[in-house]
């Protein structure tokens, strides 16, 4: 396994201090760098004529390379370390986010009017009539962001607590990515009746709903029931937001190799909600040849282990994972680290394409197979081509509650994805450039727009 690179999820700020001479400040640098650390911004905060006292920022590769800097730094003769501190737990500290008022309260008649006794007309007015809820109210920009925690990125069941960090950063990048309000709901049951009675319950304050984390296959009941029985969209952005970037990519990432989707050989590895959600969208795109594979191999007729949702996927073709990825035209990765060979990928057709997209450790190195495969794209900011569904899911929401759709479609997925991957241009694509960047602020808009459009043509749009 190739070491992964140093990156700011696993960021440190090391205080130190030493003798205020030539050459101790590149002591240190250099010890850093030996030891495979990415160096960050240095700050000198305080220097007499005797010492000096700097903060140095370092990318580690991992908790325990984290671990190995300190140490580094610490042996160093004359250098002696003051205080270290991880910086991704420090922006943590107290939450990520916080509910603002929108108004000032700086007299009595403001009070007046926000509260009682003026509030009081308002509540008339919904209760007249309460489509005024989504002027009237937050209901018209305000996402539930729904988990009971039992599948907390690829970290396992780790319970509604341990969720709500994902939850903060996901309301977090609704807000900064289309201007959507969102708030983390993370439901201390896992029982499918209790979720989707606890989500009917809070409905009337959210315009939408997202789920998230949330084990398959539960996750396909609750959103199906969910689906039914809410007039408000819900989307599970674990499916769908993957299936949408992927197609996206994949769209232009086909275009780089001058192949159709209608003609060549997918590999799904991973039968959970994302791949099955995939799978899905593809052939829904034009894709008529897909195997999935699941810890145990191709999701294939023959077997007696499939859930429904498997099933509706399966294939007479049996076997493993490597006998699938044979003649395969394109690899899309949403399982587990390591679990794809680079003697797999050169069994694959020529100008193959491989989405390793598990994280933070994909399916394999792209370092691997850069001569073996004609794009490559992982689930990683600090490689080309990163799949996030930071590129989707705002602006779904954006568009689905400016038109206040009543559900979300398929069309509005399909959609979605041409909107994202038309936003690469022609001069623009090549085989390391086949997605926008997340920081691209074109990109809420182009699928907000694509997303509208497609729920008045189904008729779900209510305005």
Same mark, same amino acid.
Do not use: W
């Given at each position: ?184 709901? !993370? ?20 315009? &939408? ?19 039914? %029985? ?10 769908? &937001? ?19 989707? %209608? ?6 590895? &991973? ?21 999935? !594979? ?21 294939? %007479? ?141 189904? &008729?779900?749009?209510?305005?």
């Amino acid at each position: 396994m190739v070491e992964l690179t140093p990156n700011s999820s696993y960021s440190l700020t090391i205080r130190f201090q030493g003798p205020n001479r030539a050459g101790m400040l590149a002591s240190v640098t250099q010890a850093i760098a030996q030891a495979g650390g990415s160096l960050g911004q240095i700050d000198l905060i305080e220097q007499t004529r005797r010492v000096s006292l700097r903060e140095i920022t370092v990318d580690a590769s991992s908790s325990e390379h984290a671990e190995t800097l300190t140490q580094v730094v610490k042996s160093l003769p004359d250098i002696k370390v003051i205080r270290v501190y991880d910086r991704t737990f420090q922006i943590h500290q107290g939450g990520k986010i916080s509910v603002e008022a929108k108004i000032a309260m700086a007299n009595q008649a403001d009070l007046a009017m926000a509260y009682t006794p003026g509030v009081g007309r308002i509540c008339n007015a919904i209760a007249k009539d309460p489509s005024e809820v989504y002027r009237l109210t937050v209901k018209g920009n305000m996402v539930a962001i729904v988990t009971d925690g039992s599948a907390v990125l690829g970290l396992g069941n780790l319970g509604p607590e341990a969720a709500l960090p994902v939850m903060e950063g996901k309301a977090m990048l609704f807000k900064g990515f289309a201007g959507v309000d969102a708030f983390p709901i !993370c439901l201390n049951t896992q029982d499918v009746d209790e979720i989707v009675q606890a989500v009917k319950h809070i409905a009337p304050v959210f315009g &939408g709903v997202n789920l998230e984390d949330i084990a398959a296959p539960r996750c396909f009941e609750i959103e199906s029931r969910l689906r039914k %029985e809410l007039n408000i969209p819900v989307f599970h952005d674990d499916q769908h &937001g993957t299936a949408i970037v992927t197609l996206a990519a994949l769209r232009n990432a086909l275009r780089v190799v001058n192949k159709s989707l %209608e003609s060549i050989r997918i590999v799904i590895n &991973g039968a959970g909600a994302a791949g099955l959600a995939i799978a899905q969208l593809l052939q829904r795109a034009g894709a008529t040849q897909i195997l999935i !594979c699941d810890s145990r191999g191709i999701v294939s007729t023959n077997r007696t282990d499939l859930n429904t949702q498997k099933k509706a996927f399966a294939v %007479e073709e049996a076997g493993t994972l490597v006998d699938a990825m044979r003649g395969a035209d394109v690899f899309l990765g949403v399982s587990a680290p390591g679990v794809l060979s680079r003697e797999m990928v050169q069994t694959m057709a020529p100008d193959s394409i491989v989405f390793a997209m598990a994280n933070p450790i994909p399916e394999i190195q792209p370092e691997l197979i850069v001569d073996n495969a004609a794009v490559i794209a992982t689930g990683r900011s600090d490689y080309p081509n990163q799949i996030n569904n930071v590129l989707a899911f705002p602006g779904i929401f954006r568009g689905a509650l400016d038109c206040r759709a009543r559900e979300m479609t398929m069309s509005m997925y399909l959609e979605a994805a041409d909107a994202i991957a038309s936003l690469v241009s022609p001069a623009e694509l090549d085989r390391e450039h086949i997605i926008p960047s997340v920081f691209d602020d074109r990109v809420a808009t182009a699928v907000s727009s694509a997303v509208q459009k497609a729920a008045r043509k189904d &008729g779900v749009a209510t305005r």
